[in-house]
């Protein structure tokens, strides 16, 4: 039985192990390396691709390894389309303009359709059945292995285009969607959202966190603030034109609030809350790039995104014991299912919850 070490490809920001279930001692060796990881799903552990972390795998697992190539990624190509395509792409993008999507909804939209107009460029798209449309999308699928999001994607947009473009009737593309999961969102601890927000040096950069996560804020939300938005009379941040076009009002931290009077007076602002060097606002790469510098430093969840703040918060308050009504309205979520997902992360602490097998037997003791 040995221990599977994933040569990495080239670029690949984790180097991956198997390590068989029975094998207890040497998954504890493993978890000494900083920024090792779990992933459930494909019972592997990673750590971060570095020279140094393959040589530890490879000395603390010396005689108990093997190497295995890792499996290359099909790229989906590039290309060119014809005119008719070209005609097709501007009429989906004037109906989504029209109906006033979002600009992310619009590029998204485009991208999936270019594929689709490309595969079936030969075909009069009208006459293009249902039955040839999945055909398609399990071509997708098992070439490239996409994933259900992405699958979601490509039948928003060709649906869109048959029904909202082409006038086709809805019922007829009732396309078969990928089966939903039910996974759940990845939350930080909060020691780690501590040891994250401290280790910025940049106060700005510390600022944006902190911003991010005491407020419950997506990046382009918090990029989108103005300096007055910050509504410190009354106790509350103002997030306009969020996610669906719809504002907002969610909670103002004092402790960010004098963080926040710092900040400006240090680098005075003239429009935007936060603005970049140049002006203008601040971009959102730059965020995840100073983000993914604290998350290495501070050793905390290597797989955490800038999203995983605004989970944080959400299930944090839910710890703390907000209404979960308050936590949906400070998110902007319109369904309370889509909030309810975070009951399901919360901490069990011994001193929230009884358990049952401390109360049987405290019950069995009384009866004796």
Not at 197 to 221: C, D, M, Q, W
Not at 252 to 257: G, H, K, Q, R, Y
Request: with cysteine; proline share 3%; net charge positive.
């Amino acid at each position: 039985m040995d221990i599977i070490i994933y040569e990495p490809l080239k670029n690949a920001k984790r180097i991956k192990v198997a390590v068989p279930y029975q094998m207890e001692n040497e998954r504890s060796l493993l978890k000494t390396i900083q920024g090792r990881f779990y992933h459930k799903q494909q019972r592997l552990w990673s750590v971060f691709n570095t020279v140094d972390n393959m040589n530890k795998l490879k000395s603390m697992f010396a005689g108990q390894y093997k190497i295995e190539p890792s499996h290359q990624v099909v790229v989906m190509p590039t290309f060119e389309l014809n005119d008719k395509s070209e005609e097709a792409l501007c009429m989906l993008e004037q109906k989504l303009m029209l109906k006033a999507y979002s600009e992310n909804t619009i590029r998204t939209y485009k991208s999936e359709l270019r594929r689709f107009l490309k595969y079936f460029e030969n075909y009069e798209l009208k006459n293009v059945g249902k039955d040839q449309i999945e055909s398609y999308l399990y071509h997708l699928i098992t070439k490239y292995k996409i994933g259900e999001s992405k699958q979601n994607c490509m039948i928003n947009a060709i649906k869109f285009y048959y029904e909202q473009v082409l006038g086709m009737p809805r019922e007829y593309y009732d396309l078969q969607r990928p089966k939903g999961t039910h996974s759940l969102p990845n939350v930080f601890s909060t020691d780690e959202v501590l040891k994250l927000l401290v280790t910025p040096i940049n106060f700005k950069h510390k600022v944006i966190l902190s911003t991010i996560y005491s407020a419950g804020l997506r990046i382009s939300e918090v990029l989108n603030l103005r300096i007055s938005d910050v509504r410190s009379a009354e106790g509350f941040l103002f997030v306009k034109g969020a996610k669906g076009k719809k504002d907002r009002h969610s909670t103002l931290s004092e402790v960010l609030l004098i963080d926040l009077r710092k900040y400006y007076r240090e680098f005075k602002p003239s429009y935007w809350l936060f603005e970049g060097e140049a002006g203008g606002k601040y971009s959102a790469s730059s965020v995840q790039k100073f983000f993914k510098k604290a998350v290495q430093e501070s050793g905390v969840n290597p797989w955490a995104t800038p999203h995983t703040l605004r989970h944080s918060f959400a299930t944090h308050a839910l710890e703390y014991g907000e209404n979960l009504r308050n936590i949906q309205v400070m998110l902007g979520h319109v369904n309370s299912k889509t909030t309810e997902v975070y009951t399901h992360v919360i901490n069990v602490n011994n001193k929230k919850m009884r358990n049952p097998l401390d109360m049987l037997m405290k019950s069995t003791i009384f009866k004796n």
